[in-house]
Each structure stands twice: as C-alpha cells, then as structure tokens.
C-alpha cells in the first residue's frame, strides 16, 4: 500500500520560513514525478511547485524565486523550503506522486497517489 505522509507544516509570521516534507512508502521504483499543491478555503487546489522523472523542477508564479522543491530518491522524500512567507501563502498543503497523465502542455495532470495534507498559516 502506497502512503504518502506530509510534515513540517505549522504558523509563522510573515517572512518566516517553513520546510515540509512528504515521505513516500510502499512503492516500488525510486525515481517518479512528485510535486506540491495547496488548497485555500473558498479556493480551488493550485499546484505549487514539482520535480518531474527527469528532475527537472517548475513552479507557480507565486512560488518563484521564495519557495524551492527537491527530491531525495534515496530517501523517497520530497521536500519544499519555503522563504519569505506572506499570508497568501495559508493554506492546506498536499503532496502528490507518480505522474498517471500528462498534457504536452501543462505537464503532469493526474497523480496517481496523494497525501492527507498539512496546514501552513501565515500571520501578518
């Protein structure tokens, strides 16, 4: 059975920093996209940031140049460093593996597993 287990999540004040984790048991190969989404209330889930097979990485607008992915295959753990918080930033936030459709386009759209979240607060 595949799990996906998130943690590192928590409240800061704006400008702070937050590292999350996402460890990966039950699956077999060690190398498979990954990647972070997050889910306001009221909002619609958004991707944030993800590592494709390749290691390639890409990210939201809003993520860019404060937030960094990386994947230890070793470890199958994906990790995001957030820097520079801003309370736009609160949010659910779930990790996903092993890409199952991809747009030429868009990249990666379904995953086939998912974790169960955890939140991030960000205070002004």
């Known amino acids: 059975q595949v799990q996906l287990v998130e943690s590192g999540g928590g409240s800061v004040q704006a400008g702070g920093s937050l590292r999350l984790s996402c460890a990966v048991s039950?699956?077999?190969?060690?190398?498979?996209?990954m990647a972070w989404f997050r889910q306001a209330p009221g909002k619609e889930r958004e991707g944030v940031a993800g590592?494709?097979?390749?290691?390639?990485?890409t990210y939201t607008d809003s993520a860019k140049g404060r937030f960094t992915v990386s994947k230890d295959n070793a470890k199958n753990t994906l990790y995001l460093q957030m820097n520079s918080l801003e309370p736009e930033d609160t949010a659910m936030y779930y990790c996903?593996?092993?890409?199952?459709?991809?747009?030429?386009?868009?990249?990666?759209?379904?995953?086939?597993?998912w974790g169960q979240g955890t939140q991030v607060t960000v205070s002004s």
């Open positions: 039950g699956y077999g190969p060690t190398n498979y996209a």
């Open positions: 996903a593996a092993v890409c199952e459709a991809r747009d030429s386009n868009r990249g990666c759209i379904r995953f086939a597993y």
């Open positions: 590592v494709d097979i390749n290691g390639r990485t």
